[in-house]
């Protein structure tokens, strides 16, 4: 049992380019979730998904999409990564909307 | 507006000690409230969750107390060690179906020998 995966772990990409971070967990779990977490601020969500097929927005959308073909992976994309996007991305799944949310390592993202 | 306010900011204690972080927050209606742990690098780890009826429990050297009518929680620690030193994040879910976690800034705490 794995838990909540997340590749790569490190990452750099120049003003423009796109990108893919993968999530992936293994404990059959509806929810999963994408946020960013910056100094001195708490986690903010990206997007969330309620199951396979069904996303919508948090917080700060913004710049990214995401999609839930299955219920293992959650992928968040970068579509034209910006300065501002730098910045550790976690991707968390629960059983539902009131248990236990389980975070994967992060991703450590720099746009430069 | 739903928030969470975490105090201190940051804290230092030695070793053996203990240390109490305090969250307060004004999120309704309300579902449960978290304890996190981070590690630096790291994502974060639940330590506890506790619903409106729960006003106390415990993980180990960690004891986290509820009282909803003042809508404050506090995590103590109990005879510190130096792998305590962590970020420590309260989040409180709301009863509004998903995206309803409203998550603190942290405490950062630091365990010095």
């Known amino acids: 049992n794995a838990g909540v995966t997340q590749t790569p772990k490190f990452q750099v990409l120049k003003t423009g380019q796109s990108m893919t971070l993968q999530c992936a967990q293994d404990?059959?779990?509806?929810?999963m979730s994408w946020y960013r977490q910056d100094p001195g601020m708490g986690l903010r969500l990206i997007h969330y998904?309620?199951?396979?097929?069904?996303?919508d927005q948090g917080e700060v959308p913004n710049g990214y999409n995401v999609s839930r073909s299955t219920t293992e992976d959650f992928p968040l994309r970068l579509l034209s990564a910006a300065p501002s996007q730098t910045s550790v991305y976690f991707c968390?799944?629960?059983?539902?909307?009131?248990?236990?949310?389980?975070f994967g390592p992060g991703t450590r993202l720099t746009v430069t | 507006k739903n928030q969470v306010e975490q105090s201190p900011q940051s804290l230092i204690i030695l070793e053996g000690k203990n240390c109490t972080l305090q969250?307060?927050?004004?999120?309704?209606?309300?579902?449960?409230l978290r304890w996190y742990k981070q590690d630096t690098g790291r994502g974060p780890v639940s330590l506890t969750i506790?619903?409106?009826?729960?006003n106390t429990k415990s993980n180990g050297r960690y004891t986290a107390t509820l009282d909803a009518d003042t809508k404050q929680s506090s995590l103590h620690i109990t005879a510190s060690q130096l792998s305590d030193s962590a970020s420590y994040i309260c989040?409180?879910?709301?009863?509004?179906?998903?995206?309803?976690?409203?998550f603190g800034t942290g405490t950062r705490l630091t365990v010095i020998p």
């Open positions: 968390a799944s629960s059983y539902s909307d009131v248990s236990e949310q389980y």
């Open positions: 404990m059959n779990h509806e929810y």
């Open positions: 998904s309620v199951g396979a097929g069904i996303t």
């Open positions: 969250c307060n927050y004004t999120v309704s209606p309300f579902s449960n």
């Open positions: 506790m619903t409106f009826s729960e």
């Open positions: 989040v409180v879910s709301a009863r509004t179906g998903a995206n309803n976690l409203f």
